[in-house]
């Protein structure tokens, strides 16, 4: 099987995590690209930053017209998202190969630990009933679409400035480690802001195609993104996106939480073992 063939699963693969879990692909697509491909790091993050601007706009399309995109807040935090995705793509252009994976293992690990220890609270605390984080600085952002009740909720978020400035925070280590910062901001929007999870995960996806196409284009100009490869992989983005929109659009919060962790866990494994 040649190099173009498995990418091209592998961008499908990207594609199917990207519309059913708002993680853009970049989770799977740089422990692959750095230890199956053998590519550097920085090559690795560059080729990353580009699909995850791909794959956040195929995904978001279908979400946006669907109803599940939180567009006001999304439009909000995308200001703070872009300043700090730039600065960290800055950062990482001058850091080493070792760094860069050590930073993504530790990173997709505090997530984990973080998710993991939400539901133990939620089953000792409230018997499986979602935790009360507080509701100071609650803003109301327009509504979504609520497929169980067939209408438009109002989007209420609570600790806004907690959530703009874990988005801030979040988007300058995503970029560094070209992930795009999905893996971060979906917890963050969920266990923090309050919104339900298909909800955050559209959310998430709709602001990262702008977020990442700026830290792709520093990645670009210093000469880290090979674009045949990055074409390859977009096509087969586009194929899964198309797939997973035709047969798992229908998945339950629930599942889709579960599926985000369990490839949260396999990433994070797979950089430590590195």
């Known amino acids: 099987m040649t190099d173009d063939v498995l990418l091209l699963i592998v961008g499908i693969l990207c594609g199917v995590t990207s519309h059913v879990l708002g993680l853009g692909g970049g989770i799977i697509l740089v422990p692959v690209l750095s230890q199956v491909f053998k590519f550097p790091m920085h090559q690795a993050v560059g080729a990353s930053l580009a699909i995850v601007t791909a794959s956040s706009l195929f995904s978001s399309l279908t979400k946006l017209k669907q109803g599940y995109v939180a567009i006001k807040l999304a439009t909000i935090l995308e200001t703070v998202s872009v300043i700090g995705a730039l600065l960290g793509a800055v950062i990482a252009l001058k850091m080493t190969d070792a760094d860069l994976k050590k930073l993504f293992a530790l990173l997709v690990t505090c997530m984990v630990s ?158 430590w073992l590195s």
């Not at 609570?158 to 988005?167: L, N, S, T």
Request: charged residues 15%.
């Open 114 to 271: 973080v998710m993991i220890l939400e539901d133990i609270l939620k089953a000792l605390l409230r018997g499986g009933q979602p935790t009360s984080l507080g509701r100071k600085f609650t803003m109301t952002f327009g509504t979504y679409w609520d497929e169980v009740s067939k209408d438009h909720i109002p989007c209420r978020v609570r600790q806004v400035p907690i959530v703009a400035g874990g988005v801030g925070t979040t988007a300058i280590l995503a970029s560094m480690i070209g992930i795009g910062g999905n893996i971060v901001i979906v917890p963050l929007l969920t266990t923090i802001g309050g919104l339900p999870m298909r909800v955050s995960t559209a959310t998430s996806a709709y602001m990262m195609g702008l977020t990442t196409s700026g830290a792709a284009l520093l990645f670009w100009f210093h000469e880290h993104i090979r674009t045949s490869l990055v074409l390859c992989i977009i096509a087969g983005v586009y194929i899964g996106t198309r797939l997973s929109q035709r047969y798992l659009s229908t998945l339950k919060s629930t599942t889709v939480r579960a599926l985000f962790l369990l490839v949260l866990i396999t990433a994070g494994v797979k950089m």
